[in-house]
């Protein structure tokens, strides 16, 4: 299906900010990628083509009993297949999920680097426990909850979702009848584009409007223990057959390399051939100076614009996307880390801070983040930042403004520091009338404030005929439903990444009254700085530690 045609939307001559005789030409986009090599790519049914209203036949959890280690997981499950091969289930559609625990406690993100199938995910929560990262202005607090999944790694197809239209109430629908409650860990993971009207551009063709999957095999990092399952997913209305997806699983899992080591994060020389911007920094200065324009004037009704920018990267040597994921793991415990990479596709990887929401049951909550400033270089100068970030009337306009609309409790303000950044920062919360209202909760928490501006129509209208790059999934939901549990986070601090074609590294800063052209742009070299700085001292190298000899696994 074709992407649609953008709506006839006309703002202002003031907000046509770097367009071209040419725009076309200025675009920026992959070349012809050279070959990855890859043992293969997965086949599945596309669930959106579903009845949405029509649960599926079963939806059912088996655990077998644990075993040592991942192979021996995998070697079970391959004979638990057989056996459901043989004593198929009576029904047209459901999805079964085969569990194994394992006693070896390893990281889904070295299990990943291991494997060669598409399409992959990969997808690390947060802790829930009360975050030693947030240092309140006023008062304190934190949250808690039950231990879980810490991170889960996933291979191959059991069941995908995509379109190129905008995901509607009726595709999550379709996700929904492949979940349950009485199966949690059965979850479908993916993204959604920031702006599901405008034209999908050539990188970012492969993942459509959203993308969702859930994983034929997949690695569970859970806290204290790990876990090995395989997912099958049919339904004989969309023509794929419990026998060809049972056949499709056992061809994938023939390529799972059971067999992985320990990534470490030490990192080769690695050359930054180039590095394009676009806007450049000229463009960038006048874009923001007429936005100025715009909301001191007062009369177009803008309060808040957030302008993007998207940076080529050029190296010497091809950067692994999973290998520069697990850096940005080591030093973004207080962070999201994710990787949805479809078949034919770059991975797009990142290391989000803000929370988008998180459902338990009815139970709901979210955050907002705002203002940005680099870490100190010592407690003192640390302290210093901190304090005129809390007390910057820029900042707390800005931060204002990106809750003023999502607001379900009253928030108070925090600072949250991260490895090289600080931001202001409230924690929301608020109870669903019933789990119907998640598919609202997402269309109105999204796009935030902070990654699109106030009113949200204006400041999209304005930024669709700006930027001259499609953002695609940057600054747009990024996360897992699930049938008991579901949570997102804002797909910022981003980049498309693939062997043979570098990198486009993703960043934005919030324009509103008081903004500095010159401060923002700083800040954009502030939030691309965590691949800047790992590129440049570059991604880890294939240097090793083999499981069985390196204990515990920090």
Known sequence: MSAPSRPAVHPPAAARFFRSPSPASNRLSFPTPRCTVYRGCSLSMNGCGGDPDAPVGVCQTRTLPGVLDSESAIGELKSAVLGLKSDPPRFGSG????EVPIMQQAEAIDWLHAQQTLPRLFFSGRGRRADPGIFFGTGNGGCSGAPGVVSVAG????????RSDPFSRDDWRCIKRFLSEDCPLI???????FDAR????????SFGSFYFVVPQVEFDELEGSSMVAINIAWDDTLFWTWDRAVNELQNTMQKISSIFEKLRKEVPKVIILNKYHMPTKASWNFAVKKALQMINAGDSGLVKVVLARSTRVLTDTDID???????????GHDAYQFCIQPPNSPAFIGNTPEQLFHRRDLNVSSEALAGTRARGGSSAVDFHIEQELLSSSKDNLEFILSICNQVMIEPMVAIRKLHRLQHLYAHLSGKLRSE??????????????????????KARCVIAHTEMFDRGMYAGPVGWFGGRE?????????????KGIGALIYAGAGIVEGSNPSSEWMELELKASQFTKLIQHA?????????DNMGTIS
């Open 155 to 162: 291979v191959g197809s059991a069941v995908f979702f995509q």
């Open 321 to 331: 996307p999973i290998a520069l994921l697990a850096c940005l793991q080591a030093e």
């Open 539 to 547: 991604v880890p190298q294939p240097c090793y530690q083999e499981l």
């Open 436 to 457: 119907d209202d998640e598919f609202d909760i997402m269309s109105s928490l999204h796009p935030t404030p902070a990654v699109c501006g106030l009113p949200t129509e």
């Open 486 to 498: 579901s949570e997102f986070a804002v797909g910022i601090r981003s980049a498309l990444v693939e």
């Open 187 to 193: 979850r479908a993971y993916g993204a959604m584009r």
């Open 198 to 205: 405008a034209n999908i551009s050539s990188e970012w063709k």
């Open 95 to 98: 999805i079964i999920r085969l």
